[in-house]
């Protein structure tokens, strides 16, 4: 199967402008997730989409590779989806533009999630990560998932899921990582449906999947991220990057 990595770049977040060419130690944040992603070897291609030029020649100037979109998108997935609809691929690896420090291990477990006989049954793939830090679990930054006996995410919501009703059970919860991985098909369908009522209202993209009947099997890692969503973040990545 040839398996891609495709990284969805927007200039413009809403929460921090630009955050995608600040500079990172030596280079930019998009620079080090490009970097990192390639220096994995797991992928027969990896290539940068975005709405900037002041991206497309960040990647482009440094060797890397890079695609302009041509139209305007309100996700990553549909950005990656005018990008990839031309192509022959079967695997589609989305990495996050804002998680510089992306880690082989991690995009491994992802990508493991098509092999084999279950694999063939799966269509999108996604990441998740026991909450550690309870205090986290009500922030609305923080998307949460409750996942079924076979690990396949059952919803997904900025609220607190599950509730504990009753205090003498035990509660686990579980953050989504927004890393996906998606068969070419599936990725092209998405594309094709108009955004679920749950999306519009929690503004979460991997709704649509669900409320049209695809599965998204969750992945468990345990691996460290460390994402840039807002100025805050920033100095927590340098910090971070020393001690590299």
């Given at each position: 199967m040839k398996r891609i990595a495709m990284i969805p770049a927007r200039y413009a977040a809403t929460r921090f402008p630009y955050?995608?060419?600040?500079?990172?130690?030596?280079?930019?944040?998009?620079?080090?997730?490009y970097d990192n992603t390639v220096a994995t070897g797991l992928f027969d291609q990896v290539i940068v989409v975005t709405d900037h030029p002041i991206i497309f020649n960040e990647i482009m100037g440094?060797?890397?590779v890079a695609v302009m979109s041509k139209k305007e998108h309100e996700s990553g997935s549909d950005r990656i989806a005018e990008a990839v609809a031309d192509m022959d691929v079967d695997i589609i690896l989305n990495v996050q533009g804002d998680e510089p420090f992306v880690q082989k291990h991690t995009l491994q477990q992802l990508l493991q999630a098509f092999d084999g006989k279950q694999?063939?049954?799966?269509?999108?793939?996604?990441?998740?990560?026991?909450?550690?830090?309870?205090?986290?679990?009500?922030?609305?930054?923080y998307v949460k998932v409750v996942?079924?006996?076979?690990?396949?995410?059952?919803?997904?919501?900025?609220?607190?899921?599950?509730?504990?009703r009753d205090e003498t059970v035990a509660a686990h919860y579980f953050e989504h990582i927004g890393v996906y991985?998606?068969?070419?098909?599936?990725?092209?369908?998405?594309?094709?449906?108009?955004?679920?009522?749950?999306?519009?209202?929690?503004?979460l993209e991997q709704l649509r999947y669900l409320e049209n009947g695809i599965r998204i099997r969750m992945i468990e890692t345990n691996d460290t991220t460390v994402k840039i969503d807002i100025p805050e973040d920033l100095p927590i990545a340098e910090a971070y990057l020393k001690r590299l």
């Amino acid at each position: 199967m040839k398996r891609i990595a495709m990284i969805p770049a927007r200039y413009a977040a809403t929460r921090f402008p630009y955050k995608l060419v600040q500079p990172l130690g030596q280079k930019t944040v998009i620079r080090h997730t490009y970097d990192n992603t390639v220096a994995t070897g797991l992928f027969d291609q990896v290539i940068v989409v975005t709405d900037h030029p002041i991206i497309f020649n960040e990647i482009m100037g440094n060797g890397g590779v890079a695609v302009m979109s041509k139209k305007e998108h309100e996700s990553g997935s549909d950005r990656i989806a005018e990008a990839v609809a031309d192509m022959d691929v079967d695997i589609i690896l989305n990495v996050q533009g804002d998680e510089p420090f992306v880690q082989k291990h991690t995009l491994q477990q992802l990508l493991q999630a098509f092999d084999g006989k279950q694999g063939d049954q799966v269509q999108v793939a996604s990441l998740m990560k026991k909450f550690t830090d309870l205090a986290l679990v009500a922030n609305p930054n923080y998307v949460k998932v409750v996942v079924d006996k076979n690990k396949d995410a059952l919803y997904f919501s900025r609220s607190v899921i599950p509730y504990q009703r009753d205090e003498t059970v035990a509660a686990h919860y579980f953050e989504h990582i927004g890393v996906y991985a998606f068969r070419k098909t599936a990725l092209m369908n998405f594309t094709k449906w108009p955004a679920a009522t749950t999306e519009r209202l929690e503004k979460l993209e991997q709704l649509r999947y669900l409320e049209n009947g695809i599965r998204i099997r969750m992945i468990e890692t345990n691996d460290t991220t460390v994402k840039i969503d807002i100025p805050e973040d920033l100095p927590i990545a340098e910090a971070y990057l020393k001690r590299l």
